[in-house]
């Protein structure tokens, strides 16, 4: 019903950094290091391309995990997987594949679900063809949350309580407050009630909301 919810392309961060299969893990350091990232995306080619994997912090740290280790051990224990990424210095074996990515038109309720199912602070966006897109942050998520309370009442005013109380609309009362949405004033349907408040509350950016409508006798004797 609302103009809400944003979309992860109204905040996702377009310039990302990136490295391609080939990449050497002192240059990947390097990466993580001077954008200030725990993970860049893996693509084919140069420039923006199709998202092949993810490497992470947790993807270099075995390397200095098994670094004290004797190289026979090593090479056993590459031998049955558990130490690969420990023995090759490229992106195309230090990579998590195949990546967790999200696509542009996802909710920001998807991407922040999908986040916390899969225990990731950031995720690729990409399109249809796996093209990488922008990437998307736990920070990016929060964006919504400074939003304007003007902008944010004017919202639930003309999608809320414009849509569920058009004969009643200069009687309720849209307050705002640091995120926090207020509703009072008189209705004439109290089982809208909840209504209104539930949807309130999917409007982006609102932190919390106090519902105090009410409906009364006398006001739907008047009406």
Not at 21 to 32: R, S
Not at 47 to 52: E, L
Not at 77 to 88: H, N, P, Q, Y
């Amino acid at each position: 019903m609302t103009s809400s919810p944003h979309l992860v392309r109204d905040v996702m961060t377009r310039i990302v950094v990136s490295v391609t299969p080939l990449a050497e893990f002192k240059e990947i350091v390097a990466v993580l290091k001077q954008w200030r990232v725990g993970a860049v995306p893996v693509i084919e080619g140069e420039g923006a391309g199709r998202v092949i994997g993810v490497v992470s912090e947790a993807d270099l740290l075995p390397r200095e995990e098994f670094r004290d280790h004797d190289p026979g051990v090593v090479e056993q224990m590459r031998r049955r997987g558990d130490a690969l990424k420990a023995g090759s210095p490229l992106a195309k074996d230090l990579m998590t594949a195949p990546a967790v990515t999200i696509r542009p038109d996802a909710t920001l309720a998807q991407a922040a679900r999908l986040m916390a199912e899969q225990r990731h602070r950031r995720l690729p966006v990409v399109d249809s063809a796996g093209t990488l897109k922008g990437i998307l942050s736990r920070a990016d998520l929060l964006k919504v949350f400074l939003r304007p309370d003007r902008e944010l009442a004017d919202e639930i005013r003309r999608e809320v309580v414009g849509r569920l109380f058009p004969l009643a609309q200069h009687r309720v009362r849209v307050d705002v407050r640091h995120g926090v949405v207020t509703l009072s004033g008189g209705v004439l349907d109290a089982s809208l009630i909840p209504v209104a408040a539930r949807l309130a509350r999917t409007v982006e950016g609102v932190v919390d909301v106090n519902c105090a409508l009410t409906t009364s006798a006398a006001q739907t004797a008047g009406a």
